[in-house]
């Protein structure tokens, strides 16, 4: 684990529970900070948010009804933690253009056209290099969220993804 801090209640049941209650360590990442433009900001967010632990296998996402972060409990259990910080990192991007008001799930866009998505990609990707992964541990992270390898490679490309060839 490359991240310093990070730390995840795993065994957590199913419910909704404070998002730093199930994932700590947040606060540390320069890389939130600049999200929220300054730590003070984004611990005010983080100490507000919660956390809904759902009954199936999916992994990360912002209701975009009432702003709660659901992940599925496998997910929760099983995910590679440096994986599971990146996905938090990413649903916190999100969590900051919901609280801006920004339409999360345009469908004027395909998925990986989507503004919001680019947006959290980017920042996610920018943390995986921080914390020193290569970009063939990138490209293994984005394959979980790709519906296929045509998209995967029009994301990596949206988004400054290289990988060995």
Known sequence: ???RGFHVRRTVGIGEFKMTDVFSGLETSPSLAKVFDSRLQMSKILKHLKLRVEP???GL???RDT???CIGAKH????????LYLDVVHVLVHVRQFLEGKELYDQAFEYIDRPTELEAYRATV????RIGMDEEEILR?????AAD?????????????????
């Open 1 to 3: 684990m490359r991240v």
């Open 56 to 58: 199936h296998d999916s």
């Open 61 to 63: 996402w912002l209701d």
């Open 67 to 69: 702003g709660t972060i």
């Open 76 to 83: 929760l259990t099983s995910a590679k933690l440096d994986f």
């Open 126 to 129: 920018a943390e995986a290099r």
């Open 141 to 145: 992270y984005l394959r979980l969220d």
């Open 149 to 165: 390898d045509s998209e995967l490679g029009k994301l990596m490309e949206k988004i400054g993804v290289r990988t060995r060839r």
